[in-house]
């Protein structure tokens, strides 16, 4: 695969999560609409870190905020604070210590005004690519 197949391969997977965290969502998993919600930025990120790294294969992270810094993107204050939050999602969604208080903390509109957030963040995330 070339450069342009990686960034494509990451793209579309991305594309793919945001479709499923939608139907997560309506199913009144807000919890887990808002881990997937986490995996489709991740995804993008790294379709910009290929496009701006020599080599074809990101960091194996799933912070956000170190995959965006590596990718050469210039976070704003509100990003960072964004980004970081997000980060959240997938660590409560993954351990239980975490997954209960963080499962209380999902109503329907917590996760609606996230993923609402999420997506706009993935738009901007393409239009750089």
């Given at each position: 695969m070339n450069k342009q197949d990686h960034i494509k391969y990451w793209i579309e997977s991305s594309k793919l999560d945001l479709a499923s965290m939608k139907n997560i969502f309506s199913s009144g998993n807000y919890d887990w609409a808002l881990f997937i919600g986490h995996?489709?930025?991740?995804?993008?990120?790294?379709?910009?870190?290929?496009?701006?790294?020599?080599?074809?294969?990101?960091?194996?992270?799933?912070?956000?905020?170190?995959?965006?810094?590596?990718a050469k993107y210039i976070l704003s204050d509100s990003d960072e604070l964004f980004l970081n939050r997000v980060n959240g999602f997938q660590l409560a969604t993954r351990y239980p210590d975490y997954k209960f208080e963080f499962f209380k903390k999902c109503t329907k509109e917590y996760a609606l005004e996230n993923l609402t957030k999420i997506e706009e963040f993935h738009l901007c995330i393409l239009q750089k690519i």
């Open positions: 995996l489709a930025l991740e995804k993008v990120l790294k379709a910009l870190w290929v496009k701006n790294n020599e080599t074809n294969f990101p960091p194996k992270t799933h912070n956000l905020l170190k995959i965006a810094e590596d």
